[in-house]
Nanobody, 115 residues
C-alpha cells in the first residue's frame, strides 16, 4: 500500500504565496505519476499539475506561470509552490499518485485565498 502525507495550505491574501508538500511512503513503484488536484464543493476534482517519473509536467491552464512543481527524495516528495494566488484558487488540494492501475490520494489540505 502507498500512503501520501500532505502538508502546507492555509489562509492567504490575494497575491500571496503558499507551498504544499506531499511525501509518498510504503511499497512504491519506480514508475509513477505524482501530482496535485483540487476540488471545490459542488464541482469535480480537477488536475492542477502532475509530473511523470521522467520529469514531464502538465499544468492546468489556470495556474500556468503562477504555480511551480519541484520534487526530491527520488521523486517521492513533491512540492507545489503557489504564487500570485487568486480567490478562485480556493479549494481543497489533494496529492495524487498513480502507479500503473493503482491510484492513491492524500487526505487533502484546504487552501483559502481571501482578504
Amino acid at each position: 500500500q502507498v500512503q501520501l502525507v500532505e502538508s502546507g495550505g492555509g489562509l492567504v491574501q490575494p497575491g500571496g504565496s503558499l507551498r504544499l508538500s506531499c511525501t509518498a511512503s510504503g511499497k512504491l513503484s519506480l514508475s509513477n505519476i505524482m501530482g496535485w488536484y483540487r476540488q471545490v464543493p459542488g464541482k469535480q476534482r480537477e488536475l492542477v499539475v502532475n509530473v511523470t517519473t521522467w520529469g514531464e509536467t502538465k499544468f492546468a491552464d489556470s495556474v500556468k506561470g503562477r504555480f511551480t512543481l519541484s520534487r526530491e527524495n527520488a521523486g517521492n516528495t513533491i512540492y507545489l509552490q503557489m504564487n500570485s494566488l487568486k480567490p478562485e484558487d480556493t479549494a481543497v488540494y489533494y496529492c495524487n499518485r498513480v502507479e500503473g492501475s493503482r491510484t492513491f490520494w492524500g487526505q487533502g489540505t484546504q487552501v483559502t485565498v481571501s482578504s
